[in-house]
Each structure stands twice: as structure tokens, then as C-alpha cells.
């Protein structure tokens, strides 16, 4: 039987992707895929049977082997053999930033060798910096769930993505290699006419399945190649995750890129929580979190998540910072997994200095949650050359957030001399909106995007 020249590519882009993961140690998310896949094949009332087990264990979990919960556990009444579905869950209060970061030592499993740790970090969608740790294994686990999500809409491992993140500094080996491996990396940060050219140019070279990455930029992306008039390799999926993807953007993106635009959702904490499928409906990840939609009383729901692959450190009705609704309509697609709307809490823009150069609001403050000493952050575009970072020191912490501050700016500032200046500013509190939000860019320039 005849392979086709293509399916060949593939597999031999797959079995080397195979062979550098096993190296690294990532092999494992390949296994996961398989166990992800799985779900797809039972009916609803299965998959929520197999999600409320899976529930019931990493609740027995929490309760035996973490302190934290133990306590928790014990000062409510909550026995979790008793729950019979996620509505029990209620019982529990919410898992905020604050009390993770309060809680130390106490929200890790005294059963996880502290040697198998890996620390993560994130800024969430309100500007809010935490550190979380999990183990590789279950790393590799989440990953295996955002691999079915590309299996679901056609891109299957080994299939050729360029991806659209925020590196900061130039994917110049890993990009050499793209024509063997089919894994282009271009730096959202980076989005100058020039900068784009680049792009278009690798894209050329590669001709990937998937476009992946900040809905920003790859709006930033579709505007360049629409004002241009480019003819653009023909693309699969154009795929958006990390901020929210506003209907102007998909419309801009679709028809520039000549593609079709899936939505993804997800997080440091759940790198994917749910995704769109082909008829555009946004489908859970039933086995990656049971997700509670809360009305927060001004008419929308916030988004609690208890994640079923997180034992090091489990999170139990974590309040992520975004709002959402359930979507009880059947779906076409024949996909056994509940529907859910979405309004994410993070919002980047790019902003439009002085020169005309292009910034992702990602340069900035992928630099600042990694810093422990400030508990709220906030990029303030206030004039055309000038940028204020408020912040709000940890308690205690004032002298340490401005040195720490300070050092995490200084590759910045060096960088847009010629541009705008970047100030800080501490500040008693990041006010919120009326929707109880505290967006995470707020700019007062015209022009920004």
C-alpha cells in the first residue's frame, strides 16, 4: 500500500519530535495524548461518571496527604468519598492567589518527594503573580490534553505549527532545524514591519498546519499581510490562546490568512481548560478540571477550577480571575464534552510607541510575575512616551518589590531609550473595575491596538 509523500513527512517529523522529548525527558506527554484521545469515544453520561471518580480521587488525595486541605477538610465537615457530583463542592471556599501564597508549605502533598517538584509560574488574568509547582509527570499529563485539542481540529503530532509566543530573545537554532522537526518559534514581542517580514518569510520555508499563539499578534500578523496585499502559505488552523480573542480579531485573522480561527483556552495553572472545535462551540476538557460557573452578582459567573491532574499540589475551587458560562446546548460536532462560553479576564493590547514600534503588553509582564515580593501589577500606557508599572508591594515587602522592581526593568528601559520612559509606581490597591476586574493594561494612548 502507497503512503502518501506527506503522511511520510509527518511521521518522520513525529518519530524525531519523539526521539528529542525522550531526550528531554517529554516523551510522556505522547502516552497522555493516547489517554486523552480516549475520552473522546464514550457518551456524556460516561464521561461525567469517569470526570466525578477522578474528582473523588484527587479529593481522597487532598484530604490524606496535603495539610492545607486536611485542615480545610476537618474544619467543614467535608468527607470526599461522600460527594456525588461537583455540585458538592460548594461546600468548600475559594481557593484565591492569596491564600495559596499564604499557605506555603502547607498546599504541597507530603507524599511528593520535594526533589520531583518543578516550580511554574503565572500572572493570571489580573495582574495577581503566583508560583505553583507540579511534577513532570503531571506536566507531561496536561500536556497530552492540549495535544487532543490539535488532534481535534486536524493537526496531528508531527504535522508542521509555528508558534507566536513571548520569547524575548531569537529561536535561532530551533528555527534552523524547522524544515526537519516542523516547529517554527516567532517572538510576539517582536512585531515591527520588519519583524513581520521575517515572519512571512519562515512561514514560506515551513508552510505550517498550525498558526499558534497571543490572539494580539497574530491580529498584528493578519493586518500586515491585509495591508500589503501577501499571498500567504496555505495554513490549516490558525489557533489563539493567552488573551482574549475580540470578534474583530478572528474576522481580521480569517480572512487575511485565508484559515480558519479556533479559540483556546487555558492557563499556566490548566494549560487547557477548553477549546473550540470546528462548529465553533467551546468544548471543557472534562478530564483536565471539573470548572464551577459562580455568579459573582453583577450578572456574570466566575470560573472556579478544580484540576484533576494537579496531586503535588492540588487546587481546589481556585478562582482563576476569569468569567464564563455553561453552555447546556448539544453540539454537532458529536464531541461528548460539556460547552461553555467565555469572556476572559486578560486583555493585552499592543502598544504604539513614539518611533511607531509596535510593543505587546506580554514584554512587560512576563518579566514581573515572576517576582514574589509584589502581589498586584499594572501596565499603564499613559502617554505616548511613557509607561508606568503600579504595583502593590507583598506586605512588608515595599524595599524588596522596588529592588527586585528595578533589576526585572533594567534590560527594558535599556531597550525603549529612544523610545518612552518606564517608570513605577507602588499603589495601595489596583482598583477594580465595576465588574469586579482589575484589568491587567489600561492605556490612554490613542493608536494602541
Sequence with gaps: MRVDPAEMQRRARYGLNYTLAAFGGEAGRYAALRRAMEWTSLDGETVRRRQLACLREILGHAGRFVPYWRELFRAHGFDPTAVRGPEDLGRLPVLTKEAIRSGGERMLAENVPRGRLRERRTGGSTGEPLRFFVTRAEFEEQIGVCLRANVLVGVAPGDPIAKVWGYGRPQRIANAIAPLTGRLYLDAYRTSEADLADWIRDLVRIRPRMLYGYARALHELARYVHRNRIVVPRLGIVATTAEKLLPEHRTTIEEALGARVIDMYGAHEVPRIASECLYGRMHLAPDAAVVEFVPDGNG?????????????????????????????RPCDCGLPFPCMSIDFGKTHHILVLPSGRPLHTGYFFKRLYHLDAIDQVQIRHERPDLIVIAYVPAVGQADAAQAALGAALGPVRHDLAQDARVETRAVAEIPPTARGKRPLVVSLVDGTR
Excluded at 491532574?309 to 464564563?324: E, K, N, S, T, W
Aim: proline fraction near 10%; charge should be negative.
Design 300 to 328: 456574570s459567573s466566575r470560573i472556579l477550577l478544580t484540576s484533576l491532574g494537579h496531586r503535588a499540589m492540588p487546587l481546589i475551587r481556585y478562582d482563576i480571575g476569569d468569567l464564563g458560562e455553561p453552555d447546556p
